[in-house]
RNA sequence: GGACACUUAGCUCAGCGGCAGAGCGUCUCGUUCACAUCGAGAAGGCCGAAGGUUCAAAUCCUUCAGUGUCCACCA
């Protein structure tokens, strides 16, 4: 053996023998409880990045810990569509070439999309493998597939049938880029400092910010208790105004906060949230003068065909040259929305969309969590799911893009959003809706692996997804989808940002499993990871990972190289499981009480106990999912007990020893098989052992 | 405006009623003898602040202060 552990030499020679032995594939056995976790499919927009190879350590260590148990487990591995994110993406390549969407038409781009899927689906496929992921790949899924749109087009049809899907006129968000409706969640809120406007209409001034809406102002108005402005109330004021002179009527309503700026505002019910309600209240005319590609329209007279950015500017020059601008507060600070996928400020608009109604969903959904159906690790994110679903409001689906699920009506053009076709994926993997009943006396993967077991997933997409799982899954199956809810946090840089491409501080995890290891890199996600929080990494903790590989390729270069002639090996150990052989011919010794009868060496008890209070921590804090915990504690055992002091307490005894060298070793590499794959993998194959593979062998019990 | 989390060694973080821990960093020593991607040893902490509960508090309760995150129609 080398003296440094190269795990090129390593890695890709396993992952082939593991898939070409069908290792992955769970075998269905009625008995058994399977285990199951669906993989939340990375989006085909790019490649894998830490928050995946996060996933990915995590599920292919419980999916890994339950084979080795001997569960029938599965897991099932797949890619997004990712509706706008991808659509977004392309546009993006597109306009490198100077070209949008609309220059090729709606078949010629989607041909385009399809090429990319085709391209970052089979690479986010390959980075995967390189990652050790032990998915059983013959049940990959991509969210676009012809059965996935089966279910996609059942699961709208059973909600619209039920009245749970319904389209209105309502007030959307809306991205004048993207050109389409977005739900809530997509919009993303972040403050920013614009200067407030005070604009003279008449005898009143009010604050603004958005100036260049008011061709669509349809009424001033006061707060009803605002004794400063009662004489106006009831009146149409003339006023002057950038076009000319106009009429406007002063009304009254609650939603009028009296202390912000001079108690009176301009109601546009257009193009605001709360105008717009004000404007439902009183039945003000719905004024729109902003068009969907983000430009004003003909209402604002000389002033259309601008873009917002440039008619507040415009718009601002002539009302001061009108004198119609009392003063400007330039600290003004406010939360604006903007497209959580290409940034440009969010408009509010009125339009005819699609909905799903909710509460209904909703209630079933807080009553499985209630009643401890699903259970959500860390607990703390009960708290933050009730208040959610216990607040939600409806969902709008329909979206104007072109890469996604075409809704399945009639003289439909829109999509879905593409949370609504992952929120069927615990089931739509399965096969449901067509593939649910037993053929030829097997069950069918719906009836056998659903509902699945783990949910394992970043916080960051509780609403998105994990609770839109829940809603769907228990309304169209009846059942909840998962029964455990594990939420991993995110990773951050060294500083604690979030990592991202323009501040360069990107780690890319596919690099770092090249140069220094798949194993080093995954046990640097688990080890310092707590539940549900955010961790810092660093290339440096990377390479501190790297050691302990190398570590461990040492140990067992000295107990494998390093054996004296004459030492007697774990295999020819006399057993109630082996006979006398030679080495990794027989059955071998397996059990501690094989070993200790033979001599009563301190040192060998010692080391015994402690592997086996290891084993017992170990499979504790798997149970628990405390992977941290587990992780720190095999990385104890094997480096400071069993190197540092076991094995330089066998140096002058060495021969005696090697039988508990072997057997130590050999059990530490199943306890560490879950967390580091590979390496692990290559030592016991050198190890004597029972087995074609390490991850199926047993796992460790605890005496 | 609500809700939640965090504050422990120089740094990053575990621990969450019973003698303050790890990794990295620092300092001292050690290269034939598995590994210098190493080993032996050392220094380093009023466990954010103030109250309270308890035989016992880093850990439970209250208040406060910083930091961060999420939610909410801040015009």
């Not at 004198?323 to 969010?346: A, F, M, P, W």
């Not at 593409?418 to 593939?435: D, K």
């Not at 080890?527 to 302990?548: A, C, V, Y």
């Amino acid at each position: 053996m080398d003296k440094v552990y190269d795990q090129t030499k390593v890695e890709q020679k396993w992952y082939k023998f593991w898939e070409e032995s069908g290792f992955f594939k769970p075998k269905i056995d009625p008995n058994k409880k399977p285990y199951v976790i669906a993989m939340p499919p990375p989006n085909v927009t790019g490649e894998l990045h830490l928050g995946h190879a996060l996933t990915a350590s995590i599920e292919d260590l419980l999916i890994r810990y339950h084979r080795m148990k001997g569960d029938p487990t599965l897991w099932i591995p797949g890619v997004d569509h990712a509706g706008i994110a991808t659509q977004v993406v392309v546009e993006k390549e597109l306009s490198k070439e100077g070209k949008t969407r609309h220059d090729l038409g709606k078949d010629e781009f989607l041909k385009r999309v399809w090429e990319w899927v085709e391209k970052y689906g089979r690479r986010i496929d390959a980075q995967h493998k390189k990652l050790g992921v032990s998915a059983d790949w013959s049940r990959r899924k991509f969210t676009l597939d012809p059965d996935y749109q089966e279910a996609v087009k059942e699961a709208f049809l059973r909600l619209y049938k039920k009245e749970l899907i319904y389209k209105a006129e309502r007030m959307i968000n809306w991205c004048s880029r993207c050109e389409t409706v977005l739900s809530d969640l997509e919009v993303v809120y972040r403050e920013q400092k614009d200067p407030l406007y005070y604009i003279k209409y008449g005898p009143l001034t009010l604050a603004t910010v958005r100036p260049e809406t008011k061709f669509g102002d349809t009424a001033l108005a006061v707060n009803p208790q605002d004794k400063r402005y009662r004489k106006y109330v009831g009146q149409t004021l003339e006023i002057e105004d950038v076009l000319g002179k106009s009429q406007i009527k002063v009304i009254e309503d609650e939603a009028v906060d009296p202390k912000f700026g001079t108690g009176v505002i301009k109601v546009t019910p257009a193009h605001d949230p709360t105008d717009f309600e004000i404007g439902q209240r009183h039945n003000l005319e719905i004024r729109q003068v902003i068009d969907f590609n983000g430009k004003l329209n003909e209402k604002a007279g000389k002033f259309a065909g601008l873009t917002i950015a440039e008619a507040r500017i415009q718009v601002v020059q002539e009302l001061e040259k009108k004198g119609l601008i009392e003063k400007v507060d330039q600290n003004y600070v406010h939360s604006v929305g903007h497209c959580q996928r290409c940034d440009t400020t969010v408009e509010p608009m009125v339009s005819l969309q699609w909905f799903v109604k909710m509460k209904p969903l909703a209630e079933p959904a807080i009553e499985a969590v209630k009643r401890g159906e699903i259970k959500i690790i860390p607990k703390r994110f009960e708290k933050i799911y009730f208040q959610w679903l216990e607040n939600i409001k409806d969902w709008t689906i329909s979206r104007q893009l072109w890469w996604g699920h075409q809704i399945p009506l009639e003289g439909e053009e829109d999509v879905l959003d593409t949370w609504f076709s992952s929120s069927l994926w615990p089931f739509a993997t399965l096969g449901w809706p067509s593939s649910t009943k037993a053929s030829e006396g097997k069950p069918s993967d719906y009836e056998y692996f659903y509902p699945t077991t783990v949910m394992e997933t970043g916080y960051d997409i509780l609403f998105f997804w994990v609770s839109r799982m829940i809603m769907m899954g228990l309304f169209l199956t009846g059942q909840v989808p998962f029964t455990t809810v594990y939420l991993h946090g995110l990773i951050r840089d060294p500083m604690g940002q979030k990592m991202s491409k323009s501040k360069g501080n990107v780690i890319e995890p596919l690099f770092m499993a090249d140069k220094y290891g798949t194993d080093a890199l995954r046990m640097s996600l688990i080890i310092g990871n707590t539940p549900g929080k955010d961790m810092r990494l660093s290339e440096p903790k990377i390479q501190g990972l790297r050691n302990f590989t190398n570590k461990l390729w040492n140990i067992g270069r000295f107990i494998i190289d390093f054996a004296p002639d004459d030492a007697k090996h774990l295999s020819v150990i006399p057993s109630e499981h082996s006979e006398r052989g030679n080495l990794n011919s027989r059955k071998i010794a397996t059990s501690v009480a094989t070993l200790l009868p033979r001599n009563d060496n301190k040192n060998d008890k010692e080391i015994l106990e402690k592997l086996n209070q290891t084993t017992e921590a170990v499979t504790k804090a798997l149970e628990s999912f405390r992977f941290h915990d587990a992780a720190n504690t095999l990385y104890e055992f094997t480096w400071h007990q069993f190197a540092d002091k076991y094995i330089e307490s066998t140096k002058d005894r060495r021969a005696e020893a090697q039988p508990v060298l072997e057997y130590v070793f050999r059990t530490s590499l199943e306890l560490l098989h879950p967390f580091m794959p590979f390496i692990t993998e290559e030592l016991w194959q050198r190890l004597p052992h029972d087995g074609k593979s390490i991850m199926i062998a047993k796992w460790p019990e605890a005496k």
